[in-house]
């Protein structure tokens, strides 16, 4: 993850957005009987509030669960 990464100024609408789709894709986990863990959950609040990228989310979740 690009620790350097400045926020983003996103607005409300966009974080709305971005909170939908994760509680989305949250319940389209837990439908298939897995649980998103407190990491990448925590992952994804950051991205939600516009202080880290999608790409970061990204990079978190491979250094997370690629081993």
């Given amino acids: 993850m690009n620790e350097k990464t400045e926020p983003i100024k996103i607005s409300d609408e966009e974080r709305q957005k971005r909170q939908a789709a994760f509680d989305i894709?949250?319940?389209?986990v837990r439908l298939e009987g897995f649980i998103v863990s407190p990491e990448a959950e925590a992952l994804n609040a950051k991205y939600i509030?516009?202080?880290i990228t999608s790409e970061d989310v990204i990079a978190g979740l491979d250094k997370l669960?690629?081993?």
């Fill in 49 to 51: 509030n516009g202080e």
């Fill in 65 to 67: 669960y690629k081993k």
């Fill in 25 to 28: 894709g949250r319940g389209s």
